[in-house]
C-alpha cells in the first residue's frame, strides 16, 4: 500500500481544519513510557496550561519537571502533585514485623507472600542486634519453625485422613486445597522475625510519607528499608526490557551505529522513578517526640492498672464528646489497654488534663505535616478488636478505615487454632507441639526483652508468633462495616478473621437490629466444607 493510499484511510486525529465547526468529542488514551515525575508534571499542567496530554509529554523533559516540582511542591506546598507519579516497587526478603509497618498506609496498594499458599520453611528470617544473646534468639526461631514444620505436615495427614477425594475433584487440586488449610493452622507459629516479600504500588505522596514514617521507626531494621526505599527512588530503576533488548541493539551496532546509539538512548536509557519528590523525605520530629510525650502519658494516667478482661470484638458506643475520643485514640496505640477502661480513665480527667492530652498530639507538628491517624475521629463506628497477630495481618488490608494498632506484646497470651469441620490439634496429635512451641517463644520474648542491647525491649517482638494476641482499634463507617463483615466471613477465607467478622457483626446487629438484614453473612459456627475455596 502507497503512502498516499495510507493518508487516505487513516483516521483523522489532529483538530478540525479551519473551515470545519470545532465538536466537543471526547478524547480518552491510555499513556505508556512517560517517566512518573515528568507524568505528574503533565498532569498538574491541567490546571495551569490548555495544553493536552500529548503536546505536554512532548515539551517536557525530567530537567523541566524537577524545576517545577521544586517549586509547587516543596516551596509552595503543593502536595497533590505527587499524587500523579505512581511508582512500583518490589521489597523482598524483610521480616513480616516490617512488612506490617510498611503497608501500614491508607493510601495503599500492593500484594505479599500469603502464608496459606507457600510454605515458610525456607523463608529464612531477619536477626536484630542482640549481641551475646543473639544465639537464645537464632535457638528460639529455629524451635519456631520446627514447630511450624511439623504442624503443617501433621496437619495435612490429618485432614487428608478425615476429608475423602471427591471423584470429581483432581489429586493435585485435592492436595493443593488442604495444603493450604494445613498451612492456616501453622502459621500461627511463625514468628514475626520470619522473612516475607510484597509488591507495591504508590503515587509519590504515599511514598514520601511512607519514607518519613519508616525513618522514625524504633526498629533498626524498618528504618534501613526506608533508606534503601528512598535511595530505590533516587537512582536508575531495573528496566524489565534491558536483557531482551539490550542483545538486538549491540546487532543493530554493527550495521547502523547511530540508529543503535538512538535506540538505546530511548529505551533503555537510566529512568530515576522519584528523585524530586523523595529526597526531603526525612525522620519525622512530630512522630518522634508525639511518640514520647504520649507513651509517657498513658504510662502516667493508667498508673500500672491491671488489663480489664475484654471480649473478641467490643464495638465501642459513641457517647463520649469529640474531644475524649481524640484524645483517648491519641493515647491508644502507646499501652496495651482496651479502649473502654482507657476511655473511662480520660473522662475522669479535668478539661484542662484532657485539652493538654489533645495538644500533644499536634504541638510538634510542622509545616507540612499532617495530622496524626488518631485525630481521625468522629466515624459511626468503632470496633476495639483483640485478635492474633496473622489474622490481623489480613484485615489490615482494609483501608477504607482508620487502624490504630497497639505494640506486640505477651500480655494478651495467644491463640490456639480451631475451624468448625475441621480436625483440632488434639485430634491430630499436635496440641502438646504447639502449646510447647508458643510457651518456648513466649519465654525467648520475656527473656530477650530484658536485654541490654540497645532497641532490645523493641527487637524481643520479632520472637513473638503470628498466633500471638494483639489489640487494635478500627474506625469506619456502616458500609465499610457490612463490607468487611461479608467479605470476611466467607466459607473461603482464614477462620481467625471469619470470627471477627462474624462478631463485628453481631455487634452491628445488637447495636441497630434494623440494619442487620443488610448483611449477607455466612454463620462461621457452622462446620465448612474444607474444600470450598
Known sequence: MSQEQIQSVTPHTGGPAASEPKQNVTDVYAIHGADPEVLAY????????????????????SQRAEQFLNTFYFQYGHRSIADLAHIPFAIERL?????????DEQRWDGQERSTRYQDFRKSGWYT??????????????????????????????????????????????????????????????????TNTSLGQIVNARTLETQVSRLLTSEFAEIREIAEKLR??????????????????????????????????????????????????????????????????????????????AASVVDLIDDGESLEVEIATSLLYPHCHYPYRQLRAEVEGLTVARRDELVALGATH????????????????????????IGGFRDMHRHRRCVQLLQEYTDLHGYETPECPGQPTLAQAGLEAVYVEAMDAALRCYRRLKTSSE????????????LGVR?????KMDFAEALYIS??????????????VAWEMYLAVARRHPSLAGYFRIEDVNQPVDLLRR
Not at 487428608?160 to 487440586?173: E, G, N, V
Request: net charge neutral.
Open 42 to 61: 503533565a498532569m498538574a499542567k491541567y490546571s495551569r496550561s490548555s495544553l493536552s496530554m500529548r503536546e505536554s509529554l512532548a515539551e517536557i523533559d
Open 128 to 193: 536484630p542486634p542482640f549481641g551475646e544473646a543473639t544465639p537464645v534468639f537464632t535457638a528460639a526461631i529455629e524451635a519456631s519453625f520446627a514447630a511450624y514444620d511439623a504442624i503443617s505436615q501433621g496437619m495435612l495427614v490429618a485432614l487428608k485422613s478425615a476429608i475423602a477425594r471427591p471423584d470429581a475433584m483432581k489429586p493435585d487440586a485435592y492436595e493443593r486445597t488442604l495444603k493450604a488449610r494445613a498451612f492456616d493452622v501453622a502459621r500461627y507459629l511463625l514468628p514475626l522475625a
Open 454 to 465: 540497645p532497641e532490645g525491649a523493641q527487637s524481643a517482638q520479632y520472637a513473638l508468633p
Open 231 to 308: 535511595i530505590a527512588a533516587s537512582e536508575p530503576a531495573w528496566n524489565v526490557q534491558h536483557s531482551k533488548l539490550q542483545p538486538l541493539i549491540d546487532d543493530l551496532r554493527q550495521t547502523d551505529a547511530a540508529a543503535a546509539q538512538l535506540l538505546g538512548d530511548r529505551v533503555l536509557r537510566p529512568v530515576k522513578t522519584a528523585p524530586t519528590l523523595v529526597k526531603y523525605a526525612n525522620p519525622s520530629d512530630y512522630i518522634v517526640n508525639s511518640r514520647a510525650e504520649l507513651r509517657a502519658a498513658a504510662h502516667e494516667l493508667m498508673a500500672g492498672q491491671p488489663i480489664d
Open 470 to 474: 494483639c489489640r487494635s482499634l478500627f
Open 95 to 103: 521480616s513480616l514485623l516490617a512488612a506490617i509497618a510498611l503497608v
Open 486 to 499: 461479608e467479605l470476611r466471613s466467607g466459607v473461603a477465607g482464614h477462620f481467625s478473621y471469619r470470627r
Open 365 to 388: 507538628r510542622g509545616r507540612h505535616d499532617e495530622l496524626s491517624r488518631s485525630f481521625h475521629s468522629g466515624h459511626g463506628l468503632r470496633f476495639d478488636i483483640l485478635m492474633d
